[in-house]
């Protein structure tokens, strides 16, 4: 969890149960929470004890309080299917069909496609062993080529 700004703070204290710790002098400001972090932390842990991540992550968001828990590869993958992100797109068909992760940023006027499945051990080593045996063309005949 963050609470990156006063407001999200005091929302913080206040759904944590200690609203007077977002009034306190050595708190109300993040360069004061800075300054006062060892005092502060153990206030702050002593009530998140009291409920479990996933309690917390609900009732935290629900408050407009930045949060998430740590996940593992496989949970951070559920949360996202959760969430409706889709985060698992098909590479390829039949035999050579794979699983893989979507692409996390997507442009509408050049969406990612996921046409084609990661190539077999050597699938294309003929090709490039063929292509990186030929000698270099002289700069001035590349035309813009490069290796």
């Not at 996202?80 to 068909?93: C, H, N, Y």
């Amino acid at each position: 969890m963050t609470a990156a700004n006063d407001g999200q703070f005091r929302r913080l204290c206040e759904m944590l149960g200690i609203p007077e710790i977002a009034d306190d002098p050595r708190f109300a400001r993040n360069a004061g929470r800075t300054a006062n972090r060892e005092q502060l932390r153990p206030l702050l842990v002593e009530r998140l004890v009291t409920r479990g991540a996933t309690e917390w992550f609900r009732l935290l968001v629900e408050a407009g309080v930045p949060s998430g828990p740590i996940n593992t590869i496989d949970g951070g993958l559920a949360m996202a299917d959760r969430f409706g992100l889709a985060p698992v797109v098909t590479l390829g068909e039949g035999d050579r069909a794979v699983p893989t992760t979507r692409r996390p940023i997507g442009f509408s006027a050049t969406p990612a496609t996921y046409r084609l499945p990661s190539p077999e051990l050597d699938e294309h080593g003929d090709e490039l062993r063929k292509r990186l045996s030929e000698p270099e063309e002289p700069e001035e005949e590349s035309h813009g080529r490069t290796r």
